[in-house]
């Protein structure tokens, strides 16, 4: 019951987000809400929270938050040299974001 809660507002933010700032030329949405995601998750990891919460929170909340396969969408649409960018920022930025708060 706590992944199905946390996934559904997980889900209806990440929504709102992308459709705010996802404009073109560039998925900023994608791009704040996988940084965020990852800041987020090693900020919980690295609490004392019990089960419950990181059922709630982590999985639930921040796996229908985070979006895997957006982003992958967005790369094919891309010109190889942006998509590249993408990745190294996405990825680069999601490491140093979790690695921060751990």
């Given at each position: ?63 229908a938050f985070t979006t895997f396969s957006t982003w992958l969408f967005e790369v094919k649409k891309m010109d190889v040299k942006k998509a590249v960018f993408y990745i ?15």
């Open positions: 019951m706590f992944v199905a809660i946390g996934g559904f507002f997980g889900a209806i933010a990440r929504f709102w987000v992308s459709n705010q700032l996802n404009k073109k030329p560039f998925p900023f949405g994608t791009l704040l809400v996988n940084v965020l995601g990852a800041f987020l998750l090693g900020l919980l990891i690295g609490s004392e929270t019990g089960e419950n919460s990181r059922l709630l929170f982590g999985t639930g909340f921040l796996g190294a920022i996405t990825v680069a930025a999601g490491f140093l974001g979790t690695w921060i708060v751990m």
